[in-house]
């Protein structure tokens, strides 16, 4: 289950930028539902973005909404997660997932990224 690979992840301050990269050369994106996840040291694993390839359809959380922005580049089979305006808070691990459902991305995705640690000093 674990064929996603994420990239782009460092150390920001706040403010800056991060462009995060999901990518599989073992599954092809196009029909599944991506959605991006993250999770910091003593808290629980927060989902704030996904996006239905079929439709286009993108959804955000509260905490990232006007600062993150999903997309996809289907040539290269890859999903991007744009950050700006970073901030503290934002610092945890970021993982991607794949799954045929929507169900399925939110109770435990089938395809899984081993992450990309993002850390915002301020």
């Known amino acids: 289950q674990v064929q996603l690979v994420e990239s782009g992840g460092g150390s920001v301050q706040a403010g800056g930028s991060l462009r995060l990269s999901c990518a599989s050369s073992g599954i092809k994106f196009s029909g599944l539902y991506i959605g991006w996840f993250r999770q910091a040291p003593g808290k629980g694993r927060e989902a704030f973005a996904r996006?239905?390839?079929?439709?286009?359809?993108?959804v955000y959380a509260d905490s990232v909404k006007g600062r993150f922005t999903i997309s996809q580049d289907n040539a290269k089979n890859t999903v991007y997660l744009q950050m700006n305006s970073l901030k503290p808070e934002d610092t945890a691990m970021y993982y991607c997932?794949?799954?045929?459902?929507?169900?399925?991305?939110?109770?435990?995705?089938?395809?899984w990224g081993q992450g990309t640690q993002v850390t915002v000093s301020s």
């Open positions: 996006i239905n390839t079929s439709t286009g359809s993108i």
């Open positions: 997932a794949a799954d045929r459902t929507l169900r399925g991305l939110n109770t435990g995705a089938f395809y």
